[in-house]
């Protein structure tokens, strides 16, 4: 067993949510109660403009307001920050921790600053986040020493908050592979409150190992999970059961590491029909965790599934990347 790996602890049953991201058409107390009525365990929730503003006035008061709300419908939350414009109406997920202006990685920072106090009101999971692509001009070295300053004081937060800060390895970013959580894990000197969001479908898009050996690799650091469809070398966020991922294989890997927090399906571009796959996708899981080994798509979609509302495309129009 090498320092990157662990052996499996006992079997432990898998909680899903699934994310507000994809629920983006609806108000976030409607969209909480549709989660709490399909029997959801929770919701992977990002803070956006049109769900918890982590901008607007009074956060401490809409976030007691949905603390309330989530304790009265049972669920469990992760918090999320992969919202496209809440700091930037003109770049998509910018300002990001690598920018060359001091004060636009502030905001950045500050963003999962608030992020942190929201998760601990809450009593989430975790706070995840991500790097950022690399800005023109700028060499490597220079945007990992960004990133390892601007999160260091966001670890603190975390660290006095007892909120694990789960780094994600997104297709495109300059921490883009569990390989690079680990150089960043070794630079910040293994800091404890510092884990992992690992997404599934970008281990089945760019990682060397298939995506249950990244589960067991990746096992001692997991703090947050997301799980959609993909195919190899697609950033492409797919409904579950559309790609090439063996949804049995990778959840019984996931359960056999003793992994206790939520596993969030993550459809950020299907919002235009966010109930349906919401509706779809738990019994698809629920159907794939209780088989071991693989099963093929059939299998795993032998139970009727309710059709698209009249008039809802399968897909959006022009596929991308969240």
Request: charged share 20%; glycine share 8%; hydrophobic share 40%.
């Amino acid at each position: 067993m090498t320092p990157e790996t662990a052996e499996p602890t006992s079997a432990a049953p898998l909680r899903f949510g699934y994310g507000t991201n994809g629920l983006a058409d609806l108000r976030l107390d409607d969209a909480l109660a549709l989660l709490a009525d399909l029997g959801y365990d929770g919701v992977g929730l990002t803070l956006d403009h049109m769900h918890l503003d982590p901008l607007a006035p009074d956060l401490a008061a809409r976030t007691r307001q949905v603390g309330r709300r989530l304790a009265a419908l049972g669920l469990e939350v992760t918090v999320e920050t992969g919202a496209r414009y809440v700091l930037d109406p003109r770049r998509k997920h910018g300002p990001s921790l690598l920018d060359p202006d001091p004060a636009d990685r502030s905001r950045r920072a500050d963003l999962l600053l608030r992020a942190v106090r929201v998760a601990a009101d809450l009593g989430a999971h975790a706070v995840h986040c991500f790097s950022g692509t690399l800005p023109p001009g700028t060499d490597e070295a220079t945007a990992w020493h960004r990133l390892a300053e601007a999160l260091t004081p966001v670890l603190e937060a975390a660290t006095a908050a007892g909120i694990p800060l789960a780094v994600e390895p997104e297709p495109g970013h300059l921490l883009a592979t569990l390989a690079d959580f680990h150089h960043l894990r070794r630079a910040l000197g293994d800091p404890t409150h510092l884990g992992l969001t690992l997404d599934l479908g970008h281990c089945q898009c760019l990682e060397p190992l298939p995506p249950a050996d990244c589960v067991r690799a990746a096992a001692p650091w997991l703090r947050h999970v997301q799980i959609e469809d993909m195919r190899r070398g697609h950033h492409e966020h797919l409904p579950l059961g559309d790609g090439e991922i063996d949804f049995p294989a990778v959840l019984s890997a996931l359960a056999a590491t003793g992994y206790d927090a939520l596993t969030v399906v993550e459809l950020p571009r299907h919002s235009h029909a966010g109930p349906h796959y919401a509706e779809t996708s738990l019994p698809f899981l629920r159907t794939a965790a209780a088989r071991p080994g693989s099963a093929t798509l059939d299998q795993l979609s032998s139970a009727p599934t309710p059709p698209l509302p009249s008039g809802v495309p399968s897909a959006p129009l022009s596929p991308r990347s969240p």
